[in-house]
């Protein structure tokens, strides 16, 4: 049996597929996009996160380690992710609950039956289950295997996807979903490499595979400012999924539900004074969509 590496498994999920979901959200993510609203899921393995403001500075966790991950420094703890091991020690030695960790190896069969649980609400609502991260794909073998055991009790299965894949993966597992929530996030390579650390011609690829072999697909784009919001950008991501044969596409207003996390991982949030977009700011935006023949909505 396998075992993935977990952060979270959110019930009635509206968000995420049709209908009422249960999300399974997966660790680890080959992209680093600067507006990543789960920057906790982007590494396989457990991690330690350290909430400033319940922290009394006793400094038990620095003790207690027993592989020197830890310090005090100008009145933070640093989890030195390099050396940490996720015993989680840390975690349950603080008095005052100031750390707590995200990650946790799963078995399917443990989350077949969490999922199972709400089983009467996907079918009244034509919902299902969506595995998310991170990226779901990231872990080949335990996907393959939920996504078996979930599809022999007639369970809709969609996956969140950066698309960035080895093909032979790609190939392997795309066609096990009823659906594949698509990110695309920029029609330009270099300006692509800018905002995730990556370049897009895999992810172009990918999606043009899936699509000519009649996969579901609903190409989803993060709309992010300074990176491809303006109407220009709009323009050329139409292009694009026209060129692969896309039919319709959804937006995803930027927001900044993320930005705690980050400094709970003592990590800098780039877009920290940016504005969140809501889908009355991009009504320009969408009609350029929409002008191109594509089925577009937020």
């Not at 597992?173 to 995730?196: E, I, M, N, R, W």
Request: a negative charge; aromatic letters at 8%.
């Amino acid at each position: 049996m396998s075992k993935g590496m977990v952060f979270n498994i959110q019930k009635f999920s509206i968000h995420d597929g049709p209908g009422i979901r249960t999300t399974v959200f997966l660790k680890g993510c080959p992209l680093r996009c600067q507006w990543c609203s789960n920057p906790e899921s982007q590494l396989d393995h457990i991690q330690i996160l350290y909430d400033q403001e319940k922290c009394v500075h006793c400094q038990t966790c620095v003790h207690v380690c027993p592989h020197h991950a830890i310090k005090h420094q100008d009145q933070r703890i640093i989890i030195q992710q390099d050396q940490c091991v996720g015993c989680l020690s840390c975690v349950q030695a603080c008095p005052q609950k100031a750390l707590s960790h995200e990650g946790e190896l799963k078995d399917t069969d443990e989350i077949v039956r969490i999922c199972l649980q709400d089983q009467d609400f996907y079918e009244e609502s034509d919902g299902g289950v969506t595995i998310s991260g991170g990226e779901g794909m990231s872990q080949p073998a335990f996907v393959r295997e939920l996504v078996e055991k979930l599809k022999a009790k007639n369970i809709h299965m969609a996956i969140e996807t950066t698309g960035y894949i080895e093909p032979d993966i790609f190939h392997e597992l795309a066609p096990l979903f009823d659906l594949l929530l698509f990110d695309v996030k920029h029609y330009d390579s270099q300006q692509h490499f800018k905002g995730t650390a990556v370049y897009n011609e895999l992810i172009i690829s990918n999606l043009k595979w899936a699509i000519e072999h009649h996969i579901e697909v609903l190409p989803r784009i993060p709309v992010i400012p300074d990176f491809n919001a303006s109407l220009d950008d709009a323009l050329g991501l139409a292009k694009l999924l026209v060129s692969v044969g896309a039919k319709r596409v959804q937006l995803l207003p930027f927001h900044q539900f993320g930005e705690k996390k980050y400094e709970m991982l003592n990590r800098d949030y780039t877009l920290k004074n940016k504005k969140a977009l809501h889908p009355e700011d991009l009504k320009d935006y969408q009609k350029i969509f929409i002008d191109q023949g594509l089925d577009c909505f937020f």
